[in-house]
Protein backbone atom coordinates (compact mmCIF):
# COMPACT_ATOMS: atom_id res chain seq x y z
CA UNK A 1 0.00 0.00 0.00
CA UNK A 2 1.17 3.46 -0.69
CA UNK A 3 0.76 6.31 1.40
CA UNK A 4 -1.49 9.23 -0.07
CA UNK A 5 0.93 12.12 -0.28
CA UNK A 6 3.37 9.98 -2.02
CA UNK A 7 0.95 7.51 -4.03
CA UNK A 8 1.38 8.88 -7.38
CA UNK A 9 4.86 9.06 -7.53
CA UNK A 10 5.70 5.72 -6.16
CA UNK A 11 2.86 3.96 -8.34
CA UNK A 12 4.27 5.45 -11.44
CA UNK A 13 7.99 4.23 -10.17
CA UNK A 14 6.70 0.75 -10.33
CA UNK A 15 5.06 0.53 -13.85
CA UNK A 16 8.01 2.21 -15.49
CA UNK A 17 9.82 -0.73 -14.17
CA UNK A 18 7.53 -2.88 -16.55
CA UNK A 19 6.72 -2.32 -20.05
CA UNK A 20 4.84 0.11 -22.06
CA UNK A 21 1.60 -2.27 -22.07
CA UNK A 22 1.88 -2.21 -18.58
CA UNK A 23 2.63 1.16 -18.02
CA UNK A 24 -0.74 1.84 -19.61
CA UNK A 25 -2.97 -0.12 -18.15
CA UNK A 26 -1.67 0.52 -15.04
CA UNK A 27 -1.82 4.48 -15.77
CA UNK A 28 -5.77 3.85 -15.90
CA UNK A 29 -5.82 2.23 -12.86
CA UNK A 30 -3.98 4.79 -11.28
CA UNK A 31 -6.76 7.00 -12.20
CA UNK A 32 -9.49 4.83 -10.53
CA UNK A 33 -7.11 4.46 -7.33
CA UNK A 34 -7.43 8.63 -7.14
CA UNK A 35 -10.83 8.49 -7.64
CA UNK A 36 -11.13 5.91 -4.68
CA UNK A 37 -9.38 8.34 -2.21
CA UNK A 38 -11.46 9.13 0.45
CA UNK A 39 -11.27 12.72 2.89
CA UNK A 40 -10.53 10.87 6.22
CA UNK A 41 -8.32 7.79 4.05
CA UNK A 42 -4.11 7.62 4.95
CA UNK A 43 -4.00 4.60 2.08
CA UNK A 44 -5.57 3.85 -1.25
CA UNK A 45 -7.66 0.93 -0.57
CA UNK A 46 -7.21 -0.39 -4.60
CA UNK A 47 -3.55 -0.13 -4.78
CA UNK A 48 -2.59 -3.08 -2.55
CA UNK A 49 0.56 -5.33 -3.51
CA UNK A 50 -2.11 -8.10 -4.89
CA UNK A 51 -3.55 -5.36 -7.54
CA UNK A 52 -0.11 -4.30 -9.08
CA UNK A 53 0.63 -7.87 -9.01
CA UNK A 54 -2.57 -8.57 -10.93
CA UNK A 55 -2.43 -5.53 -13.64
CA UNK A 56 0.82 -6.69 -14.46
CA UNK A 57 -0.17 -10.03 -14.96
CA UNK A 58 -2.43 -9.17 -17.48
CA UNK A 59 -0.38 -6.96 -19.54
CA UNK A 60 2.20 -9.49 -19.70
CA UNK A 61 -0.44 -11.81 -20.82
CA UNK A 62 -1.43 -9.22 -23.31
CA UNK A 63 1.65 -9.09 -24.60
CA UNK A 64 2.69 -12.20 -25.20
CA UNK A 65 -1.12 -12.78 -27.09
CA UNK A 66 -0.14 -9.75 -29.40
CA UNK A 67 3.58 -11.48 -29.90
CA UNK A 68 2.06 -14.85 -30.64
CA UNK A 69 -0.63 -13.27 -32.77
CA UNK A 70 2.46 -11.29 -35.15
CA UNK A 71 4.17 -14.15 -35.48
CA UNK A 72 1.16 -16.19 -36.76
CA UNK A 73 0.60 -14.26 -39.25
CA UNK A 74 4.15 -13.90 -40.31
CA UNK A 75 4.42 -17.61 -40.89
CA UNK A 76 1.03 -17.81 -42.28
CA UNK A 77 2.01 -15.11 -45.18
CA UNK A 78 5.30 -16.85 -45.42
CA UNK A 79 3.35 -20.76 -46.11
CA UNK A 80 1.21 -18.84 -48.48
CA UNK A 81 3.69 -17.22 -50.86
CA UNK A 82 5.62 -20.81 -51.53
CA UNK A 83 2.39 -22.39 -51.59
CA UNK A 84 1.23 -19.98 -54.99
CA UNK A 85 5.10 -20.30 -55.89
CA UNK A 86 4.65 -24.05 -56.15
CA UNK A 87 1.58 -23.67 -57.43
CA UNK A 88 2.44 -21.68 -59.97
CA UNK A 89 5.47 -24.30 -61.15
CA UNK A 90 2.79 -27.28 -60.92
CA UNK A 91 0.31 -25.43 -63.05
CA UNK A 92 3.23 -24.34 -65.80
CA UNK A 93 4.08 -28.24 -65.50
CA UNK A 94 0.64 -29.47 -66.20
CA UNK A 95 0.26 -26.95 -69.63
CA UNK A 96 3.08 -28.32 -70.75
CA UNK A 97 2.59 -31.20 -73.93
CA UNK A 98 4.95 -34.13 -73.95
CA UNK A 99 6.90 -32.50 -76.72
CA UNK A 100 7.84 -29.35 -74.31
CA UNK A 101 9.04 -31.41 -71.64
CA UNK A 102 11.20 -33.78 -73.94
CA UNK A 103 12.83 -29.91 -74.76
CA UNK A 104 13.07 -29.28 -71.53
CA UNK A 105 14.47 -32.60 -70.65
CA UNK A 106 17.10 -31.61 -73.28
CA UNK A 107 18.31 -28.38 -72.19
CA UNK A 108 18.99 -30.16 -68.55
CA UNK A 109 20.74 -32.77 -69.68
CA UNK A 110 22.89 -31.11 -72.10
CA UNK A 111 23.60 -28.26 -69.68
CA UNK A 112 24.69 -31.15 -67.87
CA UNK A 113 27.29 -32.59 -70.20
CA UNK A 114 28.70 -29.22 -70.67
CA UNK A 115 29.25 -28.99 -67.11
CA UNK A 116 31.11 -32.30 -67.53
CA UNK A 117 32.94 -31.22 -70.26
CA UNK A 118 34.03 -27.85 -68.78
CA UNK A 119 35.40 -30.12 -65.79
CA UNK A 120 37.17 -32.19 -67.51
CA UNK A 121 38.68 -29.49 -69.04
CA UNK A 122 39.74 -28.10 -65.66
CA UNK A 123 41.00 -30.98 -64.47
CA UNK A 124 43.23 -31.97 -67.71
CA UNK A 125 45.19 -28.29 -67.05
CA UNK A 126 45.86 -28.70 -63.30
CA UNK A 127 42.86 -27.39 -61.34
CA UNK A 128 41.54 -29.68 -59.02
CA UNK A 129 44.67 -29.81 -56.48
CA UNK A 130 46.71 -27.03 -55.11
CA UNK A 131 50.31 -27.95 -56.64
CA UNK A 132 53.95 -26.30 -56.38
CA UNK A 133 55.25 -24.70 -59.69
CA UNK A 134 59.01 -24.77 -59.91
CA UNK A 135 59.97 -21.79 -61.76
CA UNK A 136 58.70 -18.15 -63.01
CA UNK A 137 58.64 -19.45 -66.69
CA UNK A 138 55.76 -22.04 -65.51
CA UNK A 139 54.00 -19.32 -63.72
CA UNK A 140 53.57 -17.62 -66.90
CA UNK A 141 52.30 -20.26 -68.93
CA UNK A 142 49.72 -21.85 -66.30
CA UNK A 143 47.91 -18.17 -65.84
CA UNK A 144 47.96 -18.29 -69.56
CA UNK A 145 45.56 -20.95 -70.12
CA UNK A 146 43.96 -20.67 -67.27
CA UNK A 147 40.80 -18.14 -66.66
CA UNK A 148 40.94 -17.98 -62.50
CA UNK A 149 44.27 -18.88 -60.65
CA UNK A 150 45.28 -18.17 -57.13
CA UNK A 151 49.51 -17.85 -56.80
CA UNK A 152 50.59 -18.30 -53.27
CA UNK A 153 54.03 -16.93 -52.60
CA UNK A 154 55.78 -18.27 -49.56
CA UNK A 155 59.11 -19.15 -48.22
CA UNK A 156 59.44 -22.67 -46.31
CA UNK A 157 60.98 -20.79 -42.77
CA UNK A 158 57.55 -18.74 -42.83
CA UNK A 159 54.94 -20.66 -40.14
CA UNK A 160 52.27 -18.89 -41.38
CA UNK A 161 52.48 -19.82 -45.19
CA UNK A 162 51.76 -23.56 -43.96
CA UNK A 163 48.91 -22.40 -42.31
CA UNK A 164 48.06 -20.85 -46.02
CA UNK A 165 48.69 -24.27 -47.32
CA UNK A 166 46.04 -26.29 -44.97
CA UNK A 167 43.23 -24.17 -46.19
CA UNK A 168 44.60 -23.57 -49.77
CA UNK A 169 44.43 -27.46 -50.53
CA UNK A 170 41.24 -27.71 -48.92
CA UNK A 171 39.28 -24.99 -51.30
CA UNK A 172 41.14 -26.69 -54.37
CA UNK A 173 39.40 -29.48 -54.39
CA UNK A 174 35.99 -27.73 -53.93
CA UNK A 175 36.42 -24.96 -56.48
CA UNK A 176 37.55 -26.99 -59.62
CA UNK A 177 36.92 -23.82 -61.67
CA UNK A 178 40.21 -22.16 -60.02
CA UNK A 179 43.49 -23.04 -60.44
CA UNK A 180 46.01 -23.43 -57.18
CA UNK A 181 49.09 -22.28 -57.30
CA UNK A 182 51.63 -22.15 -55.15
CA UNK A 183 55.86 -20.62 -55.88
CA UNK A 184 58.45 -20.07 -53.38
CA UNK A 185 59.06 -16.27 -53.20
CA UNK A 186 62.69 -16.46 -52.87
CA UNK A 187 63.80 -18.32 -56.38
CA UNK A 188 61.19 -15.78 -58.22
CA UNK A 189 62.73 -12.18 -57.66
CA UNK A 190 61.93 -11.12 -61.05
CA UNK A 191 58.21 -12.04 -60.47
CA UNK A 192 57.94 -10.76 -57.22
CA UNK A 193 59.56 -7.33 -57.89
CA UNK A 194 56.86 -7.20 -61.23
CA UNK A 195 53.67 -7.81 -58.60
CA UNK A 196 54.78 -6.22 -56.16
CA UNK A 197 55.39 -8.79 -53.66
CA UNK A 198 56.37 -7.49 -50.80
CA UNK A 199 55.04 -9.40 -47.93
CA UNK A 200 54.85 -13.21 -47.13
CA UNK A 201 52.77 -14.87 -47.36
CA UNK A 202 50.35 -13.17 -50.18
CA UNK A 203 47.86 -14.40 -52.46
CA UNK A 204 48.28 -13.16 -56.14
CA UNK A 205 44.65 -13.02 -57.77
CA UNK A 206 44.94 -13.47 -61.51
CA UNK A 207 41.87 -13.35 -63.89
CA UNK A 208 42.31 -13.30 -67.32
CA UNK A 209 46.07 -13.54 -67.23
CA UNK A 210 46.05 -9.97 -65.33
CA UNK A 211 46.72 -9.63 -61.44
CA UNK A 212 42.89 -8.53 -60.26
CA UNK A 213 43.68 -8.72 -56.07
CA UNK A 214 45.82 -9.34 -53.40
CA UNK A 215 45.71 -11.30 -50.41
CA UNK A 216 48.61 -9.79 -48.07
CA UNK A 217 49.13 -12.14 -44.66
CA UNK A 218 46.04 -12.69 -42.28
CA UNK A 219 44.70 -8.85 -42.27
CA UNK A 220 41.61 -9.70 -44.35
CA UNK A 221 40.95 -12.55 -42.81
CA UNK A 222 39.96 -11.60 -39.08
CA UNK A 223 43.93 -10.65 -38.68
CA UNK A 224 44.23 -13.87 -36.78
CA UNK A 225 45.90 -17.44 -37.34
CA UNK A 226 43.31 -19.05 -36.58
CA UNK A 227 40.69 -18.18 -39.16
CA UNK A 228 38.91 -20.40 -41.02
CA UNK A 229 38.70 -22.20 -44.61
CA UNK A 230 35.23 -20.19 -44.92
CA UNK A 231 36.90 -16.99 -44.34
CA UNK A 232 39.31 -17.58 -47.00
CA UNK A 233 36.35 -18.96 -49.21
CA UNK A 234 34.84 -15.92 -48.43
CA UNK A 235 37.86 -13.27 -49.28
CA UNK A 236 38.30 -15.56 -52.54
CA UNK A 237 34.73 -15.18 -53.87
CA UNK A 238 35.01 -11.29 -52.90
CA UNK A 239 37.53 -10.80 -55.61
CA UNK A 240 35.18 -12.95 -57.76
CA UNK A 241 38.14 -15.44 -58.40
CA UNK A 242 35.80 -18.95 -57.29
CA UNK A 243 31.94 -19.29 -57.63
CA UNK A 244 30.73 -18.42 -54.26
CA UNK A 245 27.70 -19.12 -53.51
CA UNK A 246 27.68 -17.45 -49.78
CA UNK A 247 26.65 -13.95 -48.37
CA UNK A 248 29.66 -12.12 -49.69
CA UNK A 249 27.85 -8.61 -46.96
CA UNK A 250 28.33 -11.45 -44.03
CA UNK A 251 32.26 -11.87 -43.57
CA UNK A 252 32.46 -15.39 -41.46
CA UNK A 253 35.54 -13.79 -39.14
CA UNK A 254 33.05 -11.80 -37.58
CA UNK A 255 31.21 -14.56 -36.00
CA UNK A 256 34.83 -15.38 -34.29
CA UNK A 257 34.69 -12.42 -31.99
CA UNK A 258 31.73 -13.85 -30.09
CA UNK A 259 33.47 -17.12 -29.07
CA UNK A 260 36.72 -14.97 -27.99
CA UNK A 261 39.08 -15.14 -30.81
CA UNK A 262 42.55 -13.66 -29.80
CA UNK A 263 44.13 -11.16 -32.95
CA UNK A 264 47.48 -11.75 -33.23
CA UNK A 265 50.08 -8.86 -33.42
CA UNK A 266 51.77 -8.50 -36.71
CA UNK A 267 55.90 -7.43 -36.96
CA UNK A 268 57.17 -7.43 -39.98
CA UNK A 269 60.80 -8.88 -40.80
CA UNK A 270 62.79 -8.44 -44.02
CA UNK A 271 63.63 -11.77 -45.64
CA UNK A 272 67.49 -11.70 -46.24
CA UNK A 273 67.68 -7.83 -47.02
CA UNK A 274 65.22 -8.11 -50.00
CA UNK A 275 62.06 -5.51 -50.53
CA UNK A 276 59.11 -8.05 -49.53
CA UNK A 277 58.62 -8.78 -45.45
CA UNK A 278 57.88 -11.79 -43.36
CA UNK A 279 53.92 -11.44 -41.76
CA UNK A 280 54.58 -14.27 -39.76
CA UNK A 281 56.13 -13.92 -35.83
CA UNK A 282 58.47 -17.07 -36.26
CA UNK A 283 61.75 -17.16 -38.31
Known sequence: MFPRGGFYKEHIHVLQSSNSIAFYFCTMSTALCKSSLRVNSV??????????ALHLKMAADTSVE?????????ILQTTK???????????KLDQMDEDELERLKQR??????????????????????????????????????SKNVVCHF????????????????VLAKKHVETKFLKLNAEKSPFLCERLRIKVIPTLALIKDGKSQDYIVGFTDLGNTDDFTTETLEWRLGCADIINYSGNLMEPPFQNQKKFGTSFTKLEKKTIRGKKYDSDSDDD
Open 43 to 52: YCSFCRSEGI
Open 81 to 91: VVEEHLDAEMQ
Open 154 to 169: YRDTTFRCQIMDKHLT
Open 108 to 145: RLEALKKAKQQKQEWLSKGHGEYREIPSERDFFQEVKE
Open 66 to 74: ILQKVLENE
